[in-house]
């Protein structure tokens, strides 16, 4: 496809629980960032990856969260033992070379029960 | 810390007319770059126009544009010919050179028939 993909589209989970958000970029994009948006709120930075440069972190709320990404590909995010307040929409977005437009994922929703 | 402001939660127009939605932002870079992003009901964010700020001269996109005034840390956008489909939540955003986004609160755009 030519857009940002997420997976799922939604995901219910109990408290405590794990879970493992997906995204996979627009090919050739060399940076992809990570944003979580809580009911009516503006995004919030969580994390940024730029090619082989480590990543910048400075936006993950707790050690709970953690994200990889593979090369310039997939990335995951996961969330452990997940809270209640973890409940948003998360949304992934890549860009050219970190210097250009971000493209938007149409996100996943995350319900922590 | 860069920060973005929204003053207006909620705006509404008439279908045809020109609607103007505000931003101010504050920050000590000289270079950046300023975006407005539209988010339907289906969450999915889309760029609707794009703005550096060592460009004089403001950014149109269609029936889209911005006034741009960069001394003064203002970045508002300017829909003209409003259409049923403009309806949406409108993010206000900001980014230094290959980092992530800042984004406002947003305003929520009502368009009525």
């Known amino acids: 496809g030519a857009g940002v993909s997420q997976s799922p589209s939604n995901k219910v989970t109990e408290k405590g629980k794990d879970v493992e958000l997906r995204c996979d970029p627009i090919?050739?994009?060399?940076?992809l960032y990570w944003y979580r948006q809580r009911l009516g709120q503006g995004l919030e930075f969580l994390i940024y990856f730029q090619g082989n440069s480590a990543p910048d972190k400075s936006g993950l709320p707790s050690d709970r969260f953690s994200a990889e990404r593979t090369g310039e590909s997939v990335s995951t995010l996961t969330i452990q033992r997940t809270q209640q307040e973890d409940s948003a929409v998360y949304l992934c977005?890549?860009?050219?070379?970190?210097?250009?437009?971000?493209?938007f994922g149409p996100g996943t929703r995350l319900l922590v029960l | 810390a860069q920060t973005v402001t929204q003053s207006q939660p909620e705006m509404s127009v008439q279908e045809a007319e020109t609607v103007t939605l505000s931003c101010t932002y504050d920050?000590?870079?000289?270079?950046?770059?300023l975006f407005w992003y539209k988010q339907p009901p289906s969450r999915q964010m889309i760029l609707v126009i794009r703005?550096?700020?060592?460009?004089?001269q403001n950014a149109t996109e269609n029936r889209f544009s911005v006034n741009f005034q960069k001394a003064a840390k203002s970045f508002s956008l300017k829909i003209s010919d409003s259409q049923l489909g403009d309806a949406a939540m409108y993010f206000c955003a900001y980014s230094s050179r290959g980092s992530r986004l800042t984004f406002g609160e947003g305003t929520q755009l009502t368009v009525n028939p």
């Open positions: 090919s050739g994009h060399t940076a």
């Open positions: 977005a890549s860009s050219f070379s970190g210097k250009e437009t971000q493209y």
């Open positions: 920050t000590s870079e000289s270079d950046y770059y």
């Open positions: 703005q550096e700020a060592y460009k004089q």
